[in-house]
């Protein structure tokens, strides 16, 4: 048995079912939800992420992006704490070159918020960092719900680095995105924005807020003291 078959029959074997359910549920798997077709056997995800730190050195790059395009999403979850560990620890930018090629290959499999959410900003943001980011741009243009907040969670290590010229055009282009999952991921990153810079994320609303979904910009917003929430909820600035 090989290190992936040994992963998944221990992933199976804490498999939870009545978990499963309540997971099923919260990720709306259901016709028309955005996790319709998804498929869970109730793993926790700080479980996930101790099988990942266990197995990351011992399954190979094919391994993980073949665990990655897995129907079931706990197993999905955990090939991209792989990845992520693996790129951590990646000693060479060609070590790095690969693991983010098989994130790409396998990227129909990123297709859930908290995997989106738990490999973007730690593995493409970083690799595209001083390079040519058309490929963030590719995904947002793509009509593609889940590569759309792909590009747009990447952009949170550039936030960390306090370069903000990504999200600022992004989320420019997206205010008209019809999908509270979009909304709610650029309002999350101008509120990150605003962590570190208030004025950079104050004047980029003033200019915009008006045109927002009202879920972007309350996410944006959470932060702010209560007198000048009010104030742009009631389009008063």
């Excluded at 990845?83 to 693991?99: M, P, T, W």
């Excluded at 999350?188 to 609303?205: H, I, P, Q, S």
């Amino acid at each position: 048995m090989n290190s992936l078959e040994k992963l998944k029959k221990e992933m199976l074997a804490m498999a939870n079912p009545e978990k499963a359910k309540l997971m099923a549920k919260y990720f709306q798997v259901y016709p028309g939800g955005y996790g319709e077709g998804d498929a869970f056997i109730g793993l926790t995800v700080p479980a996930q992420r101790d099988l990942s730190r266990r197995y990351f050195k011992d399954l190979s790059l094919e391994q993980s992006a073949e665990l990655l395009l897995s129907k079931i999403h706990e197993e999905r979850l955990t090939a991209v704490f792989i990845l992520v560990l693996k790129y951590a620890r990646a000693k060479n930018e060609a070590e790095k070159e690969q693991i983010v090629k098989a994130y790409i290959e396998s990227i129909k499999g990123v297709n859930n918020w908290d995997i989106v959410d738990s490999s973007a900003h730690k593995i493409l943001g970083p690799f595209l960092e001083n390079k040519d980011k058309s490929l963030l741009y590719d995904f947002l243009d793509s009509g593609d719900l889940w590569k759309q907040r792909v590009a747009i969670i990447a952009t949170m290590h550039y936030i960390d680095r306090r370069n903000y010229t990504d999200i600022f055009i992004m989320a420019e282009k997206m205010l008209n995105h019809k999908h509270d999952l979009i909304h709610k991921a650029l309002g999350w990153m101008l509120r990150e924005v605003g962590k570190k810079d208030f004025n950079a994320e104050y004047d980029f609303l003033a200019k915009h807020y008006k045109k927002m979904p009202r879920t972007m910009l309350r996410y944006a917003i959470e932060k702010f003291d209560e007198e000048l929430r009010r104030r742009f909820l009631k389009g008063e600035i």
